[in-house]
Every structure is written in C-alpha cells, then in structure tokens.
C-alpha cells in the first residue's frame, strides 16, 4: 500500500550548544515530515492494520477518538487516499467541530459522537449493530492504532535508528508505539518514554505483559506541564525557541514535552557524556491549530 513515500524522513542534528558536554549528541528523526497529516508514528500503527482490513476484503474501518485526536485526523485522511469508507466514534458531544474534526469530516469521516460514559464503555458495545454497518465489511482499529498490528508497525520505525545512538525518546500516549520500538530495537538502546498526561507512568506496569523480558525502557511523567493537552505560556515559549534555533517545530501536546523533558534532563545532568540521543518526532503538528495565533511556525 504506497501511499506514502518514506524519503522525506531523515535525522536532524540539534547544535551542540543546546547540550554542550553534557552528552554527545542530541537528534531528531523527522517522523513528521511523512505527511502533513498522516504524520509520523499514526502511519506506522495504521500500516499493518490497513493490510489486514484489505485482506479481509473491508470497504470501511471504524475507529474511535477525541476531538482532537491525531489518530482520527490520519485514520480519515488514509482511508481517503486508500477508497476506504471511514467511521469514527467520537468521544464527546461538540456543538462546533474542532479544526481537528472539520477535517475529518471533510475527509469523508462520518462522525458519531457520543458521551464520555458510551465511549469509555466502547468495548462492550456492539458498534456495528449501532451504527448500522455490516460486520463483515468493517475492519476495527482501536484507539490510538492500539494493538498488536499497531505495535508491529510501530516496529518499522526501528528501521530508521542508528545503533550508534544510546538512547531512543518518544512521547506517549497508549504506548503502542513505545512498546513497538522496545519490541524492535537492539537491546542495548535505551528506549526512553515522556508521557504527556499526569500520572502516566503507569503504562510502565500496564505494558509489563507485552514487554516482559525487554530491560532498558522507562516511561517517565515528569513532564505533563499541568496535564494532557494543556500548553501554558511556558511551553508555547519554548516550543517558538526551539523553532527559531533549531527549525524544529513541535505540536504542542506531545513532542514538545518530550523535548522540553529532554533539555531539563540534561540541564540536570540526567545523562552521561558519552549518551547519543534520538528523539523520535512522532508528528501530530495538526493539533497546533488551535493555538496557530501563539506561534511563529505553523
Ligand atoms: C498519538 C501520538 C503519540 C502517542 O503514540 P502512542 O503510540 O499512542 O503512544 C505521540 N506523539 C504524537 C505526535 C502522537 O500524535
């Protein structure tokens, strides 16, 4: 299924005055560069997923997600590029779509939004039968791309690692792709995980079954800076540096934390001098739209 072409993707170096004898190295694997908005680690989840929907011979995927969702936003653009009928179950009853969910819909994505109680119950529904569609011509992808084919996909993003590289950064959200990359990668790089939202060092335990055996990984929740999708003054500041130092530019809800984390730590001396990091930009730069007025970057 190319849809995609992956030769935009490359490594960016991050000028060594960011990280000055503290480490030596610090980059960035443009995930992001792939596609405006089926970006970064979304395409790699959806990969295998819309393999298996085509081998079953599926005309429609139905998913599930917020109103700000990266994942609905790519799921609705790669089922357009593909002849695929999209359906998404949407957390939340908008009165106004958000820019994330207009472009959903303009992407042919019928929408079906539903309260927070019917969509945190969504395993036990039998969504077909709700929304009238035929089981047999309807492929399922959970939230987030979250499973074992997303996991897989998650996967080929190894590919693009060097082993000269120790550690490995990625932010986190279900930790799919997280696990995929532990799943993948050499064992002796460190895969490193920022999670956005308070208290998400959970995943640590909740992944435990999946990545049992697999050492050098730690999800960290340091820095939710105030909680998911919330990105103060002191974020925004940052994230219009970044880009006016480096021309990296960041979305607001996970790379740029992931990046803001990684320049405390080595501020903090978290690392030693001879530590190359890779920071993976998992893309999502859509999700600025709600914010676009506050940055010099779009
Ligand atoms: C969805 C998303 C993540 C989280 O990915 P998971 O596989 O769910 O952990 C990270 N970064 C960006 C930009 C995303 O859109």
New binding site residues.
Partial sequence: MAILHEHPIRIQEISGNWYQHRVAQVAVLRLDLLHPIIS???WY?LHYNLEAAKAKGCTTLLTFGGGYS??LAATACVARLSGLRTVAVVRGNYKVLTPCLQACSEDGMQLHPVTREAFDARAATDWCNVLNLKPDDTYIVPM?G?NELGRAG?GLIARFCPPTFTHIAV????????AGLRLQLPAHQYVLGFAPMKQGSYLNAALEPILEGHTNRRIIDDYHLGGFGKAGDDLIHFMNTLYLDEQLPT?R???AKMMYGIRDMLQKGTFSPTDRILCIH???LQGNLSISHKLVYT
């Fill in positions: 970064g680690n979304k989840k990266n994942h987030g979250d998650a932010s986190v959200g279900s930790g799919t792709t997280y979305d809800v996970y790379t998992t893309g999502g």
